[in-house]
């Protein structure tokens, strides 16, 4: 059974502060992704990962970087946090491109 | 620009119907596509998938339709039941790209 866990639930932040959401992946999966979720949007794509050391842009990436070190885990990074930044991040991983994803429980942030 | 829409925030339905969720895409390339579905404070869950090779995929009370001339896909819900009200979100790879989602409320 897979299982995509997230550092936290819940997270508040002060606008200019670095921020670090980690995810970890217990089902060796190749491919990780981080999503933000808000109001009438949707899931959006921020970057993903199909290998260690490889991260590739989705649809929002400003004001977000990623690090995957090592295979099950993937981080974004917000290096300085903006109020617009307040979202819901959603962390998921697949065995292969293309196929079905594997949700985390997703981390709600607020920037301040 | 979303390659993927859902133009319906929301559907309320009566417990026993059927609940019809649509999606519309951009791409006639995308030969993949998989429907999520998403209680509140978790993450969303893979329900149901269909390839571009076929036109109809079936998993118990879900149905999935895809009709590529129109690059149109449905989900179908037979019979609807209140534990199926939640967030349903139609998706493309790579990456994968997400619609806006439609929020479906099946009423006992």
């Known amino acids: 059974d897979v299982k995509v866990t997230q550092s936290s639930r819940y997270l508040v932040k002060r606008t200019g502060e670095k921020v670090f959401l980690e995810c970890v992946q217990d089902?060796?999966?190749?491919?990780m992704f981080w999503y933000r979720q808000d109001p009438g949007l949707g899931l959006r794509l921020i970057y993903f990962?199909?290998?260690?050391?490889?991260?590739e842009k989705g649809d929002i990436p400003e004001g977000y970087s990623v690090s995957r070190e090592k295979k099950e885990r993937f981080s974004l990074i917000l290096e300085s946090a903006s109020t617009n930044q307040t979202s819901m991040y959603l962390c998921?991983?697949?065995?292969?491109?293309?196929?079905?994803?594997?949700f985390g429980p997703g981390t709600r942030l607020t920037v301040l | 620009d979303q390659q993927v829409k859902q133009n319906s925030p929301s559907l309320s339905v009566q417990e026993g119907r059927i609940s019809i969720l649509n999606c519309d895409y951009t791409?006639?390339?995308?030969?993949?596509f998989l429907w999520y579905k998403k209680y509140p404070a978790e993450g969303p869950t893979f329900l149901i998938s269909?390839?571009?090779?076929?036109d109809k995929n079936e998993d118990g009370r879900f149905t999935v339709f895809l009709n590529k001339s129109a690059k149109h896909l449905s989900l179908h819900i037979v019979p609807s039941q209140p534990g199926d009200s939640a967030v349903y979100f139609c998706?493309?790879?790579?990456?994968?790209?997400f619609g806006a989602g439609t929020r479906l409320t099946v009423k006992p």
């Open positions: 998921a991983s697949s065995l292969g491109r293309g196929l079905e994803q594997f």
């Open positions: 089902m060796d999966h190749e491919n």
């Open positions: 990962s199909y290998d260690v050391k490889m991260k």
């Open positions: 791409n006639s390339m995308f030969d993949y």
């Open positions: 269909i390839s571009s090779i076929k």
């Open positions: 998706a493309v790879p790579p990456g994968m790209r």
